[in-house]
């Protein structure tokens, strides 16, 4: 499966398809809810879209599916709830579209937040992507790149989840530290 996922960051766009380019990407999967930057005007869909089309990478929006800032509805005390989000039917449509679009392309998802364990390209999809066994391919502003897995390795070094728990499984200490994780960085209705 040729599934990556990358943030758009402050790269400057060169910068940008330069990574895209290093890695093959030949289609943007667009998962931010808002398809624009208040920031990079480079980034506003319907600018990059057509810097893609020039470049010979095909775009396409899943922020409606796939996006980190859900209605109110899928909240929780006013953080984005990645566990009630995954639920939706929308978002499972979103995640076939995503998946058979890799059987063609080598699709990077595409949000803003500089690093995966910031966003919810990795902490939502990345995380329900590989309970499919899809490993997402994460690209880091340097170009290289570190898979699903590992992320998972770094959040539960991060959460401190990686001592024996007599009375907690593997999968429940990953469960624990992508909440704590996802309560830190998620879209929050205070920010």
């Keep these: 499966m040729n599934l990556f996922s990358i943030g758009h960051s402050n790269h400057e766009i060169g910068r940008f398809i330069d990574l895209l380019k290093q890695a ?13 930057s208040r920031h990079a005007a480079d980034y506003n869909s319907d600018t990059l879209k057509a810097r893609l ?4 990478i095909a775009y ?25 989000m995954a639920r939706e039917e929308s978002f499972h449509s979103g995640l076939t579209r995503l998946v058979g679009g890799a059987q063609t ?13 910031d966003c919810h390209r990795c902490l ?6 590989l309970r499919e066994d899809v490993d997402t391919q994460h690209i880091l502003p340097d170009g290289a ?3 699903q897995t590992e992320v998972e ?3 539960l070094l991060m959460a401190n989840k ?30």
């Design 24 to 36: 093959d990407v030949t289609a943007i999967a667009d998962v931010r809810t808002q398809p624009w």
């Design 53 to 56: 089309k020039a470049e010979g």
């Design 60 to 84: 396409v929006y899943l922020g409606k599916e796939l996006g980190g800032r859900p209605e109110r509805r899928l909240m929780c005390e006013g953080v984005a709830d990645y566990e009630a």
């Design 105 to 117: 392309y080598r699709v990077a998802m595409m949000c803003s937040e500089q690093h995966p364990l």
């Design 124 to 129: 939502l999809v990345g995380r329900a992507l």
């Design 145 to 147: 790149q570190i898979t």
């Design 153 to 155: 390795t770094q959040l």
């Design 162 to 191: 990686t001592q024996d728990d007599l009375f907690a499984d593997a999968d429940t200490l990953l469960a624990h530290a992508y909440a704590q994780r996802a309560r830190k960085v998620a879209f929050s209705e205070a920010a």
